[in-house]
């Protein structure tokens, strides 16, 4: 069977499920970790789902991969969700919309939303944001520069608390490592700003190092750009 005919079978399939189990869609998701932060966000939506995985251990493609391969046989019984990486930010998959039948995280992964909903931590992102901020967007310019800013990014991570001298020491490490540049038209146009940038680099061991829980909050941008997607997708 050809590989299209067979992301194209099982698309049938789970939309099909849905409408037998009378819940409004099966989702397939990234990963395991991925299920409770999207079965959230659906439960807030007042939504009935039942979410699938995509990682494919035969093909060893990762969960996005595998989600993406369902593209072109989506609907309304039957999505993906994804993080959006770096293809929101840079504005790089247009097609990765609602209207595809696609939804996203608006913020480079899960773990970024989890931050976000932390009100203790609101004080610290704000100014940790502060000081990376020069050097993402300058980063965000160049994007051959991805691999290197994440490496060097994640190298940079060595704190475990949110003191005035942990910020002061990642500034001096930012201004001997990054450039500072100017922020690209782009992300500014998909909500980067001096305050947010943490939400747009990957947070999963910021998320670590602050014992961040897994709570989520409905009110704040990137996360009502995901409700008024839902509301869009299940309006017809």
């Not at 050809?2 to 009378?22: N, S």
Request: proline share 3%.
């Amino acid at each position: 069977m050809q590989r299209r005919d067979y992301y194209r079978k099982w698309a049938m399939f789970y939309a099909k499920e849905a409408a037998l189990e009378k819940i409004d869609a099966v989702i397939f998701v990234e990963g395991e970790t991925d299920k409770p932060f999207w079965e959230k966000i659906f439960r807030h939506a007042r939504k009935q789902v039942r979410t699938i995985s995509g990682c494919n251990t035969d093909t060893k493609t990762g969960g996005k991969q595998e989600c993406l391969k369902y593209s072109g046989f989506l609907s309304k019984r039957f999505f993906i969700c994804i993080d959006s990486d770096y293809d929101y930010i840079l504005q790089s998959q247009p097609t990765h919309c609602v209207q595809n039948f696609i939804l996203q995280t608006y913020a480079y992964a899960i773990e970024n939303h989890y931050l976000a909903a932390n009100a203790g931590l609101q004080d610290f992102l704000k100014k940790y944001s502060a000081i990376i901020y020069p050097a993402f967007s300058a980063h965000l310019a160049n994007g051959n520069r991805i691999a290197e800013f994440n490496r060097k990014f994640n190298d940079d991570i060595a704190f475990a608390n949110r003191q005035d001298a942990t910020l002061d020491a990642l500034q001096k490490n930012i201004r001997v490592k990054y450039p500072s540049g100017t922020v690209a038209v782009s992300a500014t146009a998909a909500g980067l700003t001096v305050d947010n940038t943490y939400l747009f680099i990957p947070a999963k061991t910021l998320k670590h190092k602050l014992q961040c829980g897994d709570n989520l909050s409905f009110s704040h941008f990137p996360m009502n750009k995901i409700m008024e997607d839902i509301a869009t997708l299940f309006a017809n």
